[in-house]
Nanobody
């Protein structure tokens, strides 16, 4: 059974850090481009960061550049999103996505709330 399971979300104060994990099962995630997306209440889902399978290149939305870091551990079939200097506007449900051509998998999401 193909699954992507996000974890690591929670409540953090502005300026704090969180590390999200995306655990893949039922498929080999190293063959897929992996992306993190987020959706805040009343807003559309937006891309945050992604890491390619071909050369490991990473991409970041301008809003998180310099604060978030994406990485992958192919041996563990896991992708991570380290989030530093968090801001209230980072509050959202964060989703993991695995894509290879027309094949597209999504996780169920993990809530990140940045508030004092």
């Amino acid at each position: 059974q193909v699954q992507l399971v996000e974890s690591g979300g929670g409540l953090v104060q502005p300026g704090g850090s969180l590390s999200l994990s995306c655990d893949a099962s039922g498929f080999t995630s190293s063959y897929y481009d992996i992306g993190w997306f987020r959706q805040a209440p009343g807003k559309e889902r937006e891309g945050v960061s992604c890491i390619s399978t071909s050369d490991g290149r990473t991409f970041y939305a301008d809003s998180v550049k310099g604060r978030f870091t994406i990485s992958r551990d192919n041996a563990k079939n896991t992708v991570y999103l380290k989030m530093d200097s968090l801001k209230p506007e980072d509050t959202a449900v964060y989703y993991c996505n695995a894509r290879m051509g027309p094949v597209n998998y999504w996780g169920q999401g993990t809530q990140v709330t940045v508030s004092s």
